[in-house]
């Protein structure tokens, strides 16, 4: 039910000048829930995520190899610098 109403919030935005600019000043998916529910809208996090992952475009497979390996490195790093029992390990 929730997806309907942002498919409605987004068709609203599109058409309305004063609610985009409004929807524009929101920095974070929580703001922008917040914003959605006080106008009116049921929308959830899952919902924004959905329509993240539909419309993002597919990266090349090179790129996802790159973005793999890049990451693999960075948490590697991480585990080398971060001490022993340190309140990272123990969340």
Do not use: F
């Not at 409605?8 to 599109?14: G, I, M, Y």
């Not at 995520?49 to 960075?74: F, I, Y």
Request: hydrophobic share 35%.
């Amino acid at each position: 039910m929730s997806w309907s109403e942002l498919e409605r919030l987004v068709e609203d935005a599109e058409t309305d000048a004063v609610m985009r600019r409004a929807l524009r000043h929101c920095r974070s998916r929580r703001e922008l829930l917040l914003a959605a529910r006080r106008l009116g809208y049921a929308i959830t996090n899952a919902d924004l995520q959905q329509a993240w992952t539909l419309e993002r475009p597919a990266e090349p497979k090179g790129c996802q190899q790159a973005r793999a390996s890049t990451n693999q490195s960075v948490k590697a790093t991480r585990n080398r610098a971060t001490p022993s029992g340190s309140l990272r390990e123990a969340c």
